[in-house]
């Protein structure tokens, strides 16, 4: 298991902006709670992530990984970009089902967490099967995450910018470069590392089965 060490001066450059959409995540989590008519106790039970996580991140004090976010939307049965987009999973007009969305990164709803920084896509698309998001990968080093990161389902990833490194729990490891892509089992644990000078930034597309 990776050990947890200090944030290194990349990651300190990009928190200071993060706090805010911290403190809007954090919003939206209570509110849907809150219209589930759930406890903090209620939604840990449920979800799995400890009673102080979920109060640290309703308070936007802390990030976390897409791991406790798709727990606590599984467990609210939501679209996990619901904690991100107040439109999103939004059910559509009587005969208004969008046929597609338009997405731009300048727009996408934006969370910027520990090892990576997230945008969420198409977020306005109804019952969505995939979570599509591009990434920004800021780890370096497998000790700066505390564990390997566990969710249910499938996940394509393709790189746009950089080199980036998957590592799995198994040991096994591989390397991707710009344009190159891979297709794994988002069950079995493992991390994103930048191996590039710049931050990698790539499109990842997970399901949740």
Request: cysteine-free; hydrophobic content about 40%.
């Amino acid at each position: 298991m990776p050990a947890h060490s200090s944030r290194s001066p990349a990651r300190t450059r990009t928190t200071a902006a993060a706090l805010p959409d911290r403190e809007r995540v954090g919003a939206r989590l209570r509110t849907i709670r809150q219209q589930h008519g759930l406890t903090l106790k209620a939604l840990s039970t449920r979800s799995g992530v400890a009673l102080s996580t979920l109060s640290k991140i309703e308070l936007g004090q802390i990030s976390v990984s897409y791991e406790k976010f798709a727990a606590v939307a599984r467990a609210l049965d939501v679209d996990i970009a619901a904690l991100f987009d107040p439109v999103a999973g939004a059910t559509p007009s009587a005969g208004h089902r969008p046929v597609a969305v338009r997405s731009t990164l300048a727009a996408a709803p934006r969370y910027d967490a520990e090892n990576y920084d997230y945008r969420l896509l198409a977020t306005e698309f109804p019952a969505k099967r995939m979570t599509p998001m591009h990434g920004i990968i800021v780890a370096r080093q497998l000790a700066q995450f505390p564990d390997y990161i566990r969710h249910p389902g499938q996940e394509f990833v393709m790189v746009l910018s950089g080199r980036v490194r998957i590592h799995f729990e198994t040991g096994e490891a591989i390397e991707l470069a710009r344009w190159e892509s891979a297709y794994f089992d988002s069950g079995v644990g493992h991390v994103y590392l930048s191996t590039s000078k710049a931050d990698a930034q790539l499109v990842v597309v997970m399901t949740d089965r």
